[in-house]
């Protein structure tokens, strides 16, 4: 055992500095976003720790791919020390190690973060009272915990099997229902909580991620206008709302009164002319600034990377559609949630990926920069839409400028995009998250005018058919797929962001390009906000 516990030792520091680097991205990509005038530590850190933790259960995805697949040889048998007791132990590292990692999601989800969200939210009103504060967030976070059981309940007692037996009593299916709980030691309770938050993470990422993919390589396509040329049209509109207030005022020179239809002109038209100024601050605080001839000078570089971004989304949505028409033409139904047995109709990526796999950390590469290609893309959605709820848009994502409460918002969502993102690559490479580059020995019989000679074995790759003894599952899969019903769910959801990311294609061909401070000047920003510029653009 000690000649592959170097080999897995390597896979391990691996996922160590993948760690390292996601708490680093994580610091810097918080401290980006959040308000320079109202950053609070305590929202700051929650923030960074949610999206670290959903960073590293993602990380995990390769490293279990990598010992399962590391088990076996090439030629499909298995290593001489791979014998049933290590592998039980390495399959139950991976395990504990998602049973960590969720658990600790599930807390920020359901009362870390609401806690921490509904504080701020009762210190703004009430600013003296602490322990009143305490109380009310607790009060309002109970609920979610409320929630957090319920959903723990129902996947620790539901049974996947139901009992055959028509004269069992009462007694023996409640007992059968303790059973199957302690032996999964709470599996199926923590993959029903993990799955519904899945759900609302595909639910997110139809919103956001899928717009985010066509609207970010367009906007770096497209560019943004000139800053020169903004602040002129600014000037003259200043002008003109200058004048227009002059002409209304003039009525009263002689002592009347301005009617009432007058007094709200003038009242628009001084809040205008207030937004107007303060695009002007800006505008002439970006022209001047040296991140602006940067960002001109590297123009031809953002159009690649924005032409690069483009065929990654067309070579996203193209594998996700033949992979959901292959479980609407060969999978076993809505009952069992598409699960599709075998691969009929390949992609790009379920090709790709096996193959990496063989040389790590190739594949693991390449899933780090999927998960990253959806943070930015998801970042780019909710930047563009910012937060709602239904038609209320509750906050602005903006850089230097998010309020803790948007920051612990935005975070929370990319954490349940990052969960979904599991799933994504499932269904993009369902062999590749099943089993790695595994494969079994399949007898052969050579004839010979039609009778036996010689029995040969040939490996072939693993999949469904395969026999439990030769092919080990990965625990990421054994996650995913506990619950058909949630499976049928992310199979209709992958028709949504197909759809979604195509409309958003068309609306951000169609757009036009992008203000050089879209989205950082607002009729409901303080003068104060302004200060916050300097952070960037001096």
């Known amino acids: 055992m000690a000649a592959p516990a170097s080999e897995l030792l390597t896979g391990w520091c691996l996922f160590g500095l993948a760690l390292l680097a996601i708490l680093i991205f994580c610091w810097v990509y918080v401290r980006k976003y959040q308000s320079r005038r109202e950053s609070e530590v305590i929202s700051t850190i929650t923030a960074i720790f949610a999206l670290a933790v959903a960073l590293i259960s993602s990380a995990l995805l390769p490293v279990d791919i990598f010992l399962v697949s590391y088990m076996k040889n090439q030629n499909g048998t298995f290593k001489a020390w791979a014998d049933a007791n290590v592998s039980r132990q390495i399959e139950d590292t991976v395990l504990y190690g998602y049973y960590t990692l969720y658990s600790i999601i599930l807390f920020c989800v359901f009362l870390w973060i609401p806690f921490v969200y509904f504080y701020y939210e009762e210190k703004e009103e009430d600013d003296g009272n602490t322990c009143l504060q305490v109380k009310t967030a607790l009060k309002y976070t109970l609920g979610f ?23 069992s009593t009462e007694w023996e299916k409640v007992k059968l229902l303790f059973e199957e709980f302690g032996s999964s030691h709470g599996l199926t309770a923590l993959s029903f909580s993990i799955s519904s938050l899945t759900v609302i993470g595909m639910l997110a990422a139809i919103t956001y991620t899928a717009y985010g993919m066509s609207a970010l390589p367009l906007n770096l396509i497209k560019g943004t206008t000139s800053a020169a040329y903004e602040r002129l049209e ?31 002109t003038v009242q628009q038209l001084e809040e205008r002319l207030r937004t107007l100024r303060r695009r002007e601050r800006h505008l002439e605080s970006i022209e001047k ?26 070579l996203f949505t193209v594998s996700l559609f033949l992979s959901n028409l292959d479980k609407a033409l060969h999978s076993a139904g809505f009952d069992s949630g598409f699960i599709i047995l075998g691969t009929n109709l390949t992609n790009p990526l379920n090709m790709l990926l096996p193959v990496l796999q063989t040389v790590f950390p190739l594949d693991y590469i390449l899933i780090t920069t999927i998960v990253m290609y959806f943070i930015f893309t998801s970042m780019a959605g909710i930047r563009n839409m910012g937060i709602w709820f239904f038609w209320i848009r509750l906050y602005k994502i903006r850089r230097g400028k998010t309020r803790p409460q948007a920051l612990l918002f935005l975070c929370m969502i990319l ?9 994504m690559i499932y269904s993009l490479a369902p062999q590749y998250v099943m089993y790695g580059s595994q494969k079994y020995l399949v007898q052969s019989n050579k004839t010979i005018d039609g009778h036996p000679r010689n029995v040969t074995f040939v490996s072939k790759d693993c999949d469904a058919d395969a026999p439990e003894d030769q092919c080990i599952v990965t625990r990421t899969y054994l996650f995913l797929h506990k619950f058909w019903f949630f499976s049928a769910a992310y199979y209709f959801g992958n028709w949504a962001f197909i759809a979604v990311f195509l409309i958003g294609l068309i609306v951000s061909c169609c757009k036009g390009k992008k203000s050089v401070i879209e989205g950082e000047v607002d009729e409901d920003d303080s003068d104060m906000s302004d200060d916050e510029l300097s952070v960037y653009y001096h």
């Open 145 to 167: 915990i409320t929630i957090c059981a319920v959903l723990l309940l129902i996947g620790a007692f539901v049974p996947l099997d139901i009992p055959n037996k028509k004269n």
């Open 234 to 264: 600014n000037t003259e509109d200043i002008e003109e709302v200058e004048q227009h207030l002059l002409r209304i005022k003039s009525k009263c020179r002689d002592g009347r009164p301005l009617s009432s239809r007058d007094r709200r």
């Open 289 to 314: 600034s040296w991140w602006t001839k940067f960002c001109e000078a590297i123009r031809p570089l953002k159009i690649v990377w924005g032409v690069f971004f483009i065929i990654v989304a067309l």
């Open 415 to 423: 954490l349940l995009i990052v969960l979904h993102t599991s799933y």
